[in-house]
């Protein structure tokens, strides 16, 4: 529990009286910005599987790799309770009547609780938000919708294939139906500055969404940007600059925004740069460290008002 920022570990103990663990799963989706309809290849960041966790067995079905997950994470934490977490590439990127084939085979062991659902801003049709409805109002929904950042020069660099205008109008939509709603950033893409990746915590504070993920930028093997990272085009970020960026971004959120994670972390298997994503713990010490220094928190600069 912290006492600087609200946790997403603390907002699933209030929601079901208990700690609740996300099981990741790999459904066989793709994006559209890998298969053509948008662009080719996917985002520069990206690995070949889809940013989906190592842990998921993608050789099995959804029923399969929940179990597997579900078995592996009651071993390590004697857990009770779980999110069927789609993770892996966009998972509203197929028919409603698949998708709803997928959603209702993950729902069905009774220790799952509810879903977590991750996507993209331009594969929320009015259909799939309405199909998504269905299940908030079932069951336990979070809706991630990434985006990264809102500024349409690095969504074009990374090769996302919509523009932040896009995600506001997704945002907007999916309020419209009562989803609870996260999104993703990542400061330190290619040529951003620090007045970029404010701007863009400025921007998205204020939309009334649930939750946020913050992240900084990691080289992963196989992605173009490794290339552009060993050919000396691209730096990561220093850890103290990123501390320091947080905790600025932190104190610019709502105060009951919840904050589901600020520190990106892997293996040396997976991850070329920065060396510190190796060290997650020690970085959300640091973290924390900087807002008491500050005699700050989350929610201590927010203003509260949207320039869209």
Not at 9 to 27: H, Q, S
Not at 98 to 127: F, I, M
Not at 146 to 155: D, K, S, W
Request: include cysteine.
């Amino acid at each position: 529990m912290s006492q600087f920022y609200r946790s997403f570990n603390n907002y699933l103990r209030e929601t079901f009286g208990e700690r609740v663990y996300r099981v990741p799963l790999d459904a066989g989706f793709t994006c559209p910005n890998r298969d053509g309809t948008r662009l080719f290849g996917g985002c520069t960041f990206c690995d070949e599987r889809g940013s989906g966790a190592p842990t998921i067995k993608t050789a099995l079905s959804i029923r399969n790799q929940l179990q597997s997950g579900m078995a592996r994470i009651r071993k390590r934490f004697k857990a009770g309770k779980f999110l069927a977490y789609f993770q892996a590439f966009t998972n509203t990127y197929a028919p409603e009547g698949v998708l709803k084939e997928l959603y209702d085979v993950a729902l069905e062991p009774e220790d799952v609780v509810g879903l977590a659902v991750g996507t993209r801003p331009d594969c929320l049709d009015d259909n799939i938000l309405a199909l998504l409805k269905t299940y908030h109002e079932k069951t336990f929904l979070f809706l991630e919708v990434g985006v990264q950042t809102i500024h349409n020069r690095t969504l074009e660099a990374i090769n996302r294939g919509h523009t932040g205008e896009e995600f506001f109008d997704a945002v907007e939509r999916a309020k419209k139906h009562g989803l609870r709603l996260a999104t993703h950033l990542i400061f330190g893409l290619p040529g951003e500055s620090e007045a970029d990746m404010m701007e863009t915590v400025r921007r998205v504070a204020p939309l009334g969404l649930t939750a946020i993920k913050i992240h900084q930028l990691c080289i992963y093997k196989g992605t173009p940007m490794e290339e552009d990272y060993r050919a000396g085009r691209l730096q990561t970020m220093e850890e103290d600059t990123y501390v320091r960026l947080v905790a600025d971004a932190l104190e610019m959120l709502p105060p009951d925004l919840v904050i589901m994670r600020l520190v990106a972390e892997g293996s040396q298997d997976e991850i070329i740069a920065p060396s510190w994503a190796f060290e997650k713990e020690r970085v959300m010490q640091k973290i924390e460290a900087e807002l008491l220094r500050r005699g700050s928190k989350q929610g201590s600069r927010f203003a509260g008002a949207a320039l869209i």
